[in-house]
């Protein structure tokens, strides 16, 4: 069975860190690029960060460039998302995605070129 499964949410203060994992069973992950997303109350789903498969480009939005890091290869089949200063705007529910090669700068946010979410992981910072 293909899944995607998001860990490491909590809740923090502002100004503090946490880091979550994406691991994946049925598929290895690692042949895959992958994305994060999340989705504040009552807005819409935004893209936070990418790594591409092709070259390990790194793509994030302007606003957790600096504070948050993706990354793979800690452990096999999982992806890591190390969120640094964490601000209370950053308060949300965290989804992986995946998606084949291909994706640039300028598509990477796109949702609809990503297969597989996981169930996403809260992460809540109080001011």
């Known amino acids: ?3 995607l499964m998001e860990s490491g ?3 923090v203060q502002a100004g503090g860190s946490l880091t979550l994992s994406c691991a994946s069973t049925g598929f290895n992950l690692d042949f895959y690029s992958v994305a994060w997303f999340r989705q504040a109350p009552g807005k819409k789903r935004e893209g936070v960060s990418h790594i591409s498969v092709t070259d390990g480009s790194r ?3 302007d606003s957790v460039k600096g504070r ?3 990354s ?3 452990v096999r089949n999982t992806v890591y998302l190390d969120m640094n200063d964490l601000k209370p705007k950053d308060t949300g529910v965290y989804y992986c995605a995946t998606a084949g090669d ?3 700068g300028s598509t990477w ?5 990503y297969d597989d ?3 996403g992981t809260q992460v809540t910072v109080s001011s």
């Open 102 to 104: 291909g994706l640039d």
């Open 59 to 61: 793509y994030y939005a």
């Open 9 to 11: 949410g909590g809740s």
């Open 72 to 74: 793979r290869g800690r």
């Open 68 to 70: 948050f890091t993706i």
């Open 109 to 113: 946010t796109r949702e609809d070129e």
């Open 1 to 3: 069975q293909v899944q």
């Open 117 to 119: 979410w996981g169930q």
